[in-house]
């Protein structure tokens, strides 16, 4: 079994910050890469930012320059600090893990619950 665990999410005026957290936890062998997408209801899930194992991140147009993932590898777990919030960031926030968990097995994505962000105007 493995779980992602999101944290950090919330309410926050226009311009300002939030910082989201995801652990994951369970029979973990090893992580390829962390990410967080972002869902608005009616809408199809969208990336906003992974980092892969070697440290490769790859960023959403739309974030570029305001947001930043980390990621901290003994503790399985990524980050996404997130400056300047638009009324558009207004979404759920899901963290993703893209995992083995065991040797033989094969890469496979797991999803967290999913964290509100909400940016006011």
């Known amino acids: 079994q493995v779980q992602l665990v999101e944290s950090g999410g919330g309410l926050v005026q226009a311009g300002g910050s939030l910082r989201l957290s995801c652990v994951a936890s369970?029979?973990?062998?090893?992580?390829?890469?962390m990410g967080w997408y972002r869902q608005a209801p009616g809408k199809q899930r969208e990336l906003v930012a992974t980092?892969?194992?070697?440290?490769?991140?790859n960023y959403a147009d739309s974030v570029k320059g305001r947001f930043t993932i980390s990621r901290d590898g003994a503790k399985n777990t990524v980050y996404l600090q997130m400056n300047s919030l638009r009324p558009e960031d207004t979404d759920v926030y899901y963290c993703?893990?893209?995992?083995?968990?065991?040797?033989?097995?094969?890469?496979?994505?797991?999803w967290g619950q999913g964290t509100q962000v909400t940016v006011s105007s």
């Open positions: 993703n893990a893209l995992l083995s968990t065991s040797f033989r097995s094969t890469w496979t994505d797991y």
């Open positions: 980092i892969r194992i070697g440290g490769s991140i």
């Open positions: 369970g029979t973990i062998f090893s992580i390829n890469s």
